[in-house]
């Protein structure tokens, strides 16, 4: 029956052009909106290497001035500008920690119209002056992106469910199915594999429009590659199963598109918003507006605790600290400075770490129910191929500021002992590197559970009443 | 070849069906006459094993329909009221799937012989169905159950919206079936052709076939007479 | 002869179960999402109100202190939210919710709550809105995908036709059935709303007009969609197929052309990398705000300038403490740095909604959209008014400090600490969003092309119902 079946739907597709309008349709989503990706990594790539370059000229003319000084020569520049004053170079010549993309980042906008991806901690910031979040129009945000992300996620459901919703229901309508039913065949097994057959016609295609969109853009098809492919398989094979189940039931093609744009509804809108809800309601991220009162009166409290004689127009203006002015004076000066700010990163660590330790609260609540809808399985798993997932840009703005600890860390010991920065000292200062590669990952995970509910769906769908199906199908 | 025992269908305490006994040997043309819900379509819809019956036994080709639901499928035939075949797909196209679905292969050009064996001219043979008339698609029907050797035909209302020339095609092809030994079993309206091609007559009224008789036994007006004498 | 076929239009769609169950659906969810709403906005409310005095208070008791440093140690400024954001939250999710007004330096509102939730608050919130904007028209979109096929479906419609009724009065009746029903589900969700927000009392005035307003916009939204459904309905062939084609123009309108117009509004008109911005600002406070005139220089010439107008010789025999005044001028000068790169945002947010007011002719939702979020002011006009009014208060609150440095110290007396009096003699700041009229005014656009759709639906209305 398999090869009859395949050569009838195939014919059946191609001639009443649901063939061409799907490969049509497929085709433009997909190479429109890796285009809108492409343009959003280019768009990150430039403004990267945009501050690299900045950097390694910021960098050069450091060095030329630090020649400059050695040879005794003239700079002409106000002393608290010299280069070969630790506090200076530390904060005027930052590294760029950046976060490049990754290879599949056009296939998921995430959060990367959000945040930064990159920064530049200079040595007398501290982790509440470093800006995570990127200037950007709230309205981008709140409409969202074109992204092949959407149109995975929300469009192909729709193509399948207008390609499916009527599978059983128009051949009833239009009376072949009675002759099915009269044929010695299952139609359980039957209706199985017509599904099946229009599933691999959509699989093969999307896979074309998927591979195209990668090469036509730059992406190169490696092991990820593959993964991605798997993971959109299963959620094709998942809305084809639920589209089997429906049709099943034995309605009119209008009672199964209205239940199945329905469930479309329930899955990828009202489910993933009522998650996100819940997590709100159960672990609530304190209000910022409260740490930053609290972060305020550690402030106010630190500041009286200062020493009396405190130059305080200086602590205000840390560069105006000349080499010249008292040796002791400068040194105490400094120690205070960093001290006072290490005292207040301590009082506010408990209600940070509270603030955080709830957002992983939020997170791991959110990750346990997303069985709830293969959608948001889907987009996390997108999102995390494509490294623009929650966790990495919380994994980034982790490493950064560890490294803004090392960048601090480096140049402390030099202003605590006086020393000047010198050109050797340049190729001694950190790096920073951040591989969106190496985070746990839960696409496998996603990718089973999927697979069950898929499975389970096909089974039950199978399993259920035999003996009273004619019946219910004729209906 | 077609045997009722007894058959009994209720629904939600309504009998459809009451202890209907018939049967339709090899070579017969047995015409189910009724008005609309005696119970006609409910009897073909129990030999097709589409629904169970509540009692009584269904028989065909001395098989349970009910114990071997595909294995009777392989030997009958359906043709419903409004045979709707695959619109995309050519006569020719058409025949091969449902004649596909039940096991059998053919060639091309021996599918092509049952088409006309049915009386579908043979330029119709590679166009697409959806330009057939009602009476081209019962043609294509009848190839169905021609290619597929069926030993029985079940019909429902098969002459309704046909005119007199197609119609008169369709008796034809029955009594060659009938010849070659198919059992057909045929509900309808239609008095005039169960009179002309029926060998056996029943007539159903609420579920109870009141009157069987022999197509020889009575002419046109009398079983004219007869049939609304039982309508009222 | 109307008013038949509207009641039999509404019995039809009231006694079906569809529109039972799937309206009382939408009614669980938008109770629920109302109710979930005034619970967030109370709470915000609240806690923005004790930010507010507490910052006032951590302010006011600061100990006598010179008054940069008071400048240094700054204030924030945090950002209410007002009634009607909850029924529309807008872009609020997405901006800032403080600002930090200190010496020097014009910042960026803060803290967005997105920020700190999951990538799963990317998919949409249980709000209220987002029932309205993307619900509701899939409700008009049930009951009235098949308000015509059903009836070419059951065969009625030639009946009904040839009964000798006008094409015309059959369409404004299955209209007026569709319409109906929603029409009134919205004003009940509008009417609780309304009723919640005037019970919150302390948290800012509802305006009935601006309510009023905004459900006049919805219904005219969902007439649009009222009017689409049975355009499609009247010329589809199947049920199935109305429905199909009715949500692929949801999806279209609702998700796709807003989508693609961020993205066209992003390529076209990007916004600069924000350390690419802070460092542009840097430079050009260092090079000065022409490029070739840095502080540096002008700060010698204000002084020339300074000691010939009071005709004395050197600083100290100025009558105020010129470093105060040197300041002052300093950060006039910063300000007008800011002012420009600030400027140059602006226009690239004029121009990203250039782009998505040309596309409002390809979907309904967006003007819908925009002017919502503007009545309930919860969009990002809103939100540069606020950060502008800001940026007011800041420039007065460095001017009143530098201010009391110069008149009250001497030349070169930085340990001069001003009176603790004067940090509650600075008013607070205080904040009022744009009035209804001027909303009204700068929404003129998106109120012109919601008419330009009303009339073309309608007229597609007709039109295509003359065909059936």
């Given at each position: 029956m398999l090869p009859l079946n395949i050569r009838t739907e195939l014919r059946t597709i191609f001639r009443n052009y649901w063939l061409a309008a799907i490969t049509v349709l497929l085709l433009s989503l997909c190479l429109y909106a890796g285009w809108n990706g492409h343009n959003h990594v280019v768009q990150r790539v430039e403004n990267i290497e945009s501050a690299k370059r900045t950097m390694q000229e910021a960098d050069a003319l450091a060095i030329a001035r630090l020649d400059s000084i050695e040879q005794g020569l003239e700079i002409g520049l106000a002393t608290w500008q010299y280069p070969n004053s630790p506090t200076t170079t530390g904060n005027f010549n930052p590294r760029v920690a950046a976060f490049e993309p990754g290879n599949l980042s056009l296939i998921a906008t995430g959060q990367s119209d959000m945040f930064n991806h990159y920064v530049k901690p200079t040595l007398t910031g501290d982790s509440f002056s470093i800006a995570f979040t990127e200037l950007t129009s709230p309205v981008s945000l709140l409409m969202g992106n074109f992204d092949p992300a959407f149109v995975i996620v929300y469009l192909l459901p729709l193509l399948i469910i207008s390609f499916c919703y009527n599978i059983l229901s128009s051949e009833k309508e239009q009376g072949s199915l009675v002759l099915i039913a009269s044929s010695p065949l299952s139609l359980r097994g039957w209706l199985l594999q017509k599904i099946l057959i229009r599933f691999v016609v959509v699989a093969v295609l999307l896979s074309i429009c998927?591979?195209?969109?990668?090469?036509?853009?730059?992406a190169s098809l490696d092991g990820s590659t593959i993964n991605l492919f798997v993971v959109v398989w299963l959620y094709t094979a998942f809305w084809f199963a639920l589209a089997y189940m429906v049709n099943l039931q034995g309605m009119s093609s209008s009672r199964n598109a209205i239940t199945m744009l329905g469930l479309w509804v329930a899955l990828v809108?009202?489910?993933?918003?009522?998650?996100g809800q819940s997590a709100n309601a159960i672990y609530p991220v304190p209000a910022r507006t409260l740490l930053i009162n609290e972060m305020r009166m550690a402030q106010n409290e630190i500041d009286k605790e200062q020493d009396a004689i405190l130059d305080d127009y200086l602590r205000n203006h840390p560069e105006l600290m000349t080499r010249d002015a008292d040796e002791?004076?400068?040194?105490?000066?400094?120690?205070?400075?960093f001290a006072s700010k290490d005292l207040l990163a301590e009082r506010m660590s408990p209600l940070v770490n509270g603030h955080d330790e709830s957002l992983r609260k939020q997170q791991k609540w959110v990750n346990q129910l997303s069985f709830l809808s293969p959608a948001v399985l889907m987009q996390n798993s997108l999102n995390h191929m494509a490294e623009t997932s929650t966790q990495h840009y919380d994994t980034y703005r982790q490493e950064v500021l560890t490294f803004s600890e090392e960048w601090r860390d480096f140049f402390l010991p030099m202003v605590f002992q006086d020393q000047p920065f010198t050109k050797d000292k340049f190729s001694q200062m950190p790096e920073f590197s951040f591989d969106g590669d190496g985070l746990s990952s839960p696409v496998n995970i996603n990718s089973i559970i999927l697979l069950l509910i898929t499975v389970g769906l096909v089974v039950s769908g199978f399993a259920r009443s035999g003996s009273k199906e004619a019946e219910r199908l004729m209906q | 070849m077609l045997h009722a025992e007894n058959l009994t269908k209720e629904y939600d305490g309504n009998r459809a069906l009451d202890a209907l006994n018939l049967s339709v040997g090899a070579g017969d043309i047995y015409c189910l006459l009724g008005a609309n819900g005696a119970g006609k379509s409910t009897t073909i819809n129990l030999f097709l094993n589409f629904i169970k019956p509540t009692a009584g036994l269904v028989v065909i080709d001395q098989m349970d329909v009910n114990k071997e639901p595909l294995k009777t499928k392989e030997v009958i035939a359906y043709i419903p009221e409004n045979l709707n075949l695959y619109g995309e797909l050519t006569g020719l196209e058409n025949l091969e799937y449902f004649v596909g679905l039940s096991g059998k292969k053919y060639s091309r050009d021996h599918l092509s012989d049952y088409l006309n064996e049915a009386g579908l001219q043979a330029n119709a043979h590679r166009q697409r169905v959806k330009g057939y008339s009602k009476g081209m698609r019962q043609k294509v029907g009848?190839?169905?159950?021609?290619?597929?050797?069926?030993?029985?035909?079940?019909?429902?209302?098969?002459?309704?919206?046909l005119d007199p020339k197609a119609s008169n095609e369709f008796s034809e092809l029955l009594v060659k079936l009938s010849d070659q030994g198919v059992a057909t079993l045929m509900a309808t309206h239609d008095l005039f052709r169960a009179k002309?091609?029926?060998?056996?007559?029943?007539?159903?009224?609420?579920?109870?076939?009141?009157?069987?008789?022999s197509a020889d036994d009575i002419n046109h007006s009398d079983l004219e007479k007869l049939y609304l004498a039982h309508m009222n | 002869m109307q008013k038949l076929l509207v009641k039999k239009e509404l019995q039809e769609i009231l006694r079906s179960g569809q529109f039972r169950i799937a309206g009382l659906i939408v009614l669980l969810l938008t109770v629920i999402a109302i109710f979930i709403s005034a619970g967030y906005y109370r709470s915000v409310q609240q806690q923005h109100a004790q930010a507010q005095s507490n910052e006032r208070n951590v302010w006011e008791s600061q100990d006598d202190k010179n008054p940069h440093s008071a400048a240094h140690y700054g204030t924030y400024a945090f950002k209410p939210k007002y009634p009607l954001s909850l029924v529309d939250q807008g872009v609020d999710k997405f901006v800032g919710i403080s600002i930090f007004l200190e010496a020097h330096s014009r910042n960026e509102a803060q803290y967005m709550a997105a920020a700190d939730q999951t990538g799963l608050a990317r998919f949409g919130e249980l709000t209220p809105d987002f029932i309205l904007l993307f619900i509701m028209p899939l409700l008009v979109i049930l009951i009235g995908h098949n308000a015509f096929t059903r009836e070419k479906e059951r065969g009625t419609l030639n009946l009904i036709k040839s009964q000798g009724l006008s094409l015309h009065k059959l369409a404004m009746g299955k209209w007026l059935g569709v319409f109906i029903p929603v029409a009134a589900l919205t004003l009940a969700i509008f009417l609780l709303a309304g009723i919640?927000?005037?019970?919150?009392?302390?948290?800012?005035?509802?305006?009935?007009?601006?309510?009023?307003?905004?459900?006049?916009i919805y219904l005219a939204y969902y007439a649009i969609f009222a009017c689409v459904s049975l355009i499609i309905s009247a010329l589809s062939k199947s049920s199935g197929i109305s429905l199909v084609s009715l949500l692929a123009f949801w999806i279209i309108g609702c998700l796709a052309v807003p989508k693609a117009a961020t993205n066209i509004a992003e390529l076209k008109y990007p916004y600069p990398a924000k350390q690419a911005f802070d460092e542009a600002v840097a430079y050009d406070k260092s090079q000065g705000l022409d490029g070739h005139d840095p502080w540096s220089k002008a700060a010698k010439k204000l002084e020339e300038e300074t000691l010939k107008a009071y005709n004395v010789s050197n600083l100290q025999e100025l009558p105020f403490n010129y470093d105060g005044y040197r300041m002052q001028k300093g950060e006039e000068h910063e300000a007008e740095i800011y002012f420009k790169h600030y400027k140059e945002l602006k226009s690239i947010h004029e121009q990203q909604t250039g782009v998505y007011r040309g596309l409002t002719l390809l979907s309904p939702y967006l003007p819908v959209r925009f002017l919502s979020m503007s009545l309930a002011h919860t969009d990002y006009s809103t939100h540069w008014h606020f950060s502008d009014a800001a940026e007011n208060y800041r420039i007065g609150l460095q001017q009143a400090l530098n201010e009391n440095f110069a008149d009250n110290s001497e030349y070169g007396n930085w340990a001069y600490k001003a009176d603790k009096a004067l940090w509650s003699d600075i008013p607070a700041f205080s904040y009022a969003p744009p009035e209804l009229s001027d909303v009204l005014a700068h929404n003129g656009q998106n109120f012109a092309v919601i008419s330009g759709w009303l009339i073309l639906a309608f007229a597609g209305l007709f039109l295509s119902t003359k065909r059936l």
């Open positions: 998927l591979v195209l969109m990668l090469l036509l853009n730059g809108l009202a489910i993933p918003s009522l998650i002791s004076t400068a040194y105490g000066w400094w120690q205070r400075y | 009848i190839a169905i159950a021609l290619a597929k050797r069926a030993k029985a035909l079940l019909l429902d209302e098969p002459t309704s919206g002309e091609t029926g060998t056996d007559i029943g007539i159903m009224k609420a579920g109870v076939l009141v009157e069987q008789l | 919640l927000l005037s019970s919150l009392g302390d948290f800012g005035e509802l305006s009935w007009t601006s309510l009023l307003m905004m459900l006049l």
